[in-house]
C-alpha cells in the first residue's frame, strides 16, 4: 500500500515563500513520476508542477512558471515543491500525486496515488 503525506503548507503573505515536501510510504518513488496540484474552493483541481524522477524532467503549469519549483531528494524519497512570490490566487489545498511510469502527465485520471492535501493560504 503506498501513503503520501504532504506537509509543509500554512498561511503566508502575499510575495512570501512556501516549501510543501511529499513523503512516500510503501515504496520508492524510483519508477514512478510525482505531481502537484491544486483545488481552491469551487474550483477543479489543477496540475502544477511534476517530476519524472528517473531523469528529473520537470513540467509546471503557465501560472506558476518561474515561481515555483520541484525538486526530488532520492535519499529521503521525497518530492518538494519550493513557491516564491507567491499570489493571494495560489490558495488552494494542495495535492502530491504519484503514476507508475516514468512520463509527466497533467491529467489527473493518469495518477494512481495521492495525498490528503495541504492548505496553502496566501493574504493580500
Known amino acids: 500500500q503506498v501513503q503520501l503525506v504532504e506537509s509543509g503548507g500554512g498561511l503566508v503573505q502575499a510575495g512570501g515563500s512556501l516549501r510543501l515536501s511529499c513523503a512516500a510510504s510503501?515504496?520508492?518513488?524510483?519508477?514512478?513520476?510525482v505531481g502537484w496540484f491544486r483545488q481552491a474552493p469551487g474550483q477543479e483541481r489543477e496540475f502544477v508542477a511534476g517530476?519524472?524522477?528517473?531523469?528529473?524532467?520537470?513540467g509546471y503549469a503557465d501560472s506558476v512558471k518561474g515561481r515555483f519549483t520541484i525538486s526530488r531528494d532520492n535519499a529521503k524519497n521525497t518530492v518538494c515543491l519550493q513557491m516564491n512570490s507567491l499570489k493571494p490566487e495560489d490558495t488552494a489545498v494542495y495535492y502530491c500525486a504519484a503514476r507508475d511510469g516514468w512520463r509527466v502527465f497533467t491529467t489527473l485520471r493518469q495518477y494512481d496515488y495521492w495525498g490528503q492535501g495541504t492548505q496553502v493560504t496566501v493574504s493580500s
Open positions: 510503501g515504496r520508492t518513488f524510483s519508477s514512478a513520476a
Open positions: 517530476i519524472s524522477w528517473s531523469d528529473g524532467s520537470t
